[in-house]
């Protein structure tokens, strides 16, 4: 979405805001993350120089909309209310058509060679994210919704679809790490330093409308972004891909503590939301992450 049209689609925002009542002041921004990290338990040890444990990072995808069917859109008004009080990647692209590469390169830098959506794939030991926070002593979890056992690494189960779930295509990602959304913890502080939610197949709007979507997102999402905004961690809402076009425009926005609301410019893609999460852990970026432009100067 350019400039010029997301900042047409801020009087409607302003609007849905004033009916609901919502809105949050910035909070100060942290102090940045040192180069490294060593390893240490990543519930208890606090980062070196921060007297609070490692705050977390939500990453929840979205299905097949571009980021013009929902900035201003009266059947988005959760997402539009989000979209006031987080950064606005306003030039965000999506790096491939169907879905499946673009979530592979969120979560391992590479599409592995995945150009469509077939199950299963096998990426055997390649890197990836997971792996990386696990190393250095933090830990991930997946949480996907309809997933019929934690574990499962089937193509399908009703509305759960494998090719929305990249790590299960790794062998260094444990089965213990691929849970259903049913085992989100209602305690936030209990979540993985980094977690990964998929709605299903409807929830996520591929086969459902944007309104069932945007429902889901305030009642699954909205509690953990206020509880982040005073506990050091960020929301990210991205999608997968656009609605089939050549440009592949998606919605992706950043929403927590130490995040000043507004439009980001910038070009930025799956690439550079994986960077984002690499440099907010001091870990090295993955493949083509290394080369993407980062989400904001760390």
Known sequence: MGYA????????IAALLVLAGCGADPKPAPSPPPASVPPSPPASAPRPGSSAAPGHVVVAVFENKSDHQLAGRADAPYLNSLMARAAVFTDAHGVAHPSQPNYLALFSGSTQG?????????AGAAPNVAQQLQTAGYTFGGYSEGLPSPGYRGCSSGRYAAKHNPWADFDSVPDAANQPYSAWPADFARLPTVAFVIPDLCDDMHDCSIAT????????????????????????VTFDEDDGTAGNGILTLVAGAGVTPGPRTGRVDHYSILRAIEDRYGLPPLGRAATAPPLFAM
Not at 225 to 235: E, F, G, I, N, R
């Open 213 to 236: 979507g945007d429902a889901w997102a305030r009642t699954h999402l909205e509690p953990y972004a206020q509880w982040a905004a005073t506990h050091d961690s960020w929301l990210i």
């Open 114 to 122: 995945v150009t469509d959506d077939h199950c299963p794939v096998r």
């Open 5 to 12: 049209r997301w900042c047409g689609a801020t009087a409607s």
